[in-house]
């Protein structure tokens, strides 16, 4: 187990900026028992089946042998599992009961400036490009990663296309990675035998697809200055970006599972995701030969309003994004059962096992597994680069999968297009 004594945002920063504070240690708290939890819970969750929210409630089900139901009705739910931040007046104040406000200031919260804890987040994980490292090397040779994931968006979105085209009729091709040079193989190597295409996006599941922390390099592009005139660059800039998925990509209709089996089956080079999500659907085992890239956008240096972030940080970073949110609705007929399931989470060393070694996940309080290759991969490149996500509202998020899935169903990609969905998110957004 590895704490992680700081979360740096690394080069991407310019001079004047440093990193974040450490939450303090506190004591573990009280484990959940079978007598505190009840025999039941019902519970709503808006994540894919097969998600790190799902499974780690699954894990304390398992553990306090207590039945899962899950339902559809936020209101008529005992606990909510959210992909994003809850909003509105139908959630409970977490800091209303003792342990569960001590599990608060486990996770460093409230925040400054605020008095109320609505929710709090299962962990955070890398969210990136991910690809099978031994079918990478096999396309672009040894030594490709680090250019990869260094390499331009003229770079990227060249091999991208490049490697569609040689799935049609391989052949030798010449292509620039981070100003260094590589070739597509004249014939497929025995690696990239089942390759269908670039990538594998479950659009099935919009949630899984368009996750809020694909916005993220765009959000800090613009800073503080959340206008239309700060946004609109950078949101052309993840709409170059989605559109050159699903242009080249095996598949974009099936749900996460689909896509992290295609990736993990080489029908995909590349699924957009967090490392919990794969690691939920895959296992820990089947996820070590995986590599990050980051996900990467067409910005411009006019698309940046802050002096905070520079290109490089924005294009080369990969995200730390939360893997979703604990929250008890106001109506909650089994509080003390959902108070339990959280607190086994927080305060119980095999929940705390499930998190960081069953779901890689960085917890809260900043630790993490380093037992594994990419265990110990995502605790270097925590301590060293990543960007931080700017979390979005469940009213947000749900806004930009709309948005989303009507970019994936338009019939042509137009200018108009292009419009229709960045003025769709900035709608989404609260931005008039």
Known sequence: ?????????????????GAAGTMDDVAVLPAATAETAGQSLTVYCDAPEQSALRAALQQYSDAQSVTVTYTQDAAAADLALLSAMPEGDGWQDLTGQ????????????????????????????LYAYWANGELLTALLGENCLTDLQNASWA???????????????????????????????????????????????????????????????????AGDERTDTALTGPLNGVYSALTLELENAASAEGTLADAANALAGGQALFVRAGLADLTAVLGTDAVQSLVPVPFK???????????????TGLMNYPTLACAGYLAIPAGSGN???????????????????????????????????????????QVQVVSTGILPESPLTTGQAAALAEACTDLAAAAARTNATRTAFVQAVLAGLGVA
Not at 103 to 123: K, M, N, Y
Not at 168 to 183: K, Q, S, V
Not at 339 to 366: E, M, R
């Open 297 to 311: 956008c067409y910005f411009e240096q006019s698309d940046l309003t802050t002096e905070e972030y520079d290109l």
């Open 155 to 221: 770079e990227w979105s060249a091999l991208v296309q490049d490697l569609t085209a040689w799935l049609d009729a391989p052949a030798e091709t010449a292509l620039t990675l981070n100003g260094n040079a590589y070739t597509l193989p004249a014939q497929a190597p025995e690696a990239a035998a089942g390759l269908q295409g670039v990538f594998a996006v479950p659009g099935g599941e919009p949630a899984a697809a368009w996750s809020g922390a694909a916005l993220t390099g765009a959000l800090l592009a």
């Open 98 to 125: 003792p342990l569960l406000a001590a599990a608060a200031s486990r996770a460093g919260l409230p925040a400054e400036g605020q008095d109320t804890v609505t929710a709090l987040p299962l962990g955070r994980s």
């Open 1 to 17: 187990m590895k704490r992680i004594a700081a979360i740096l945002l690394a080069s991407c920063l310019l001079a004047g900026c």
């Open 335 to 377: 509080a003390d059962g959902a108070a339990s399931a959280i607190l086994w989470l927080y305060g119980s060393g095999t929940g705390n096992t499930a998190l960081t070694d069953g779901l890689l996940l960085v917890t809260p309080w900043n630790t993490a597994s380093n037992t594994t290759t990419l265990g110990a991969m």
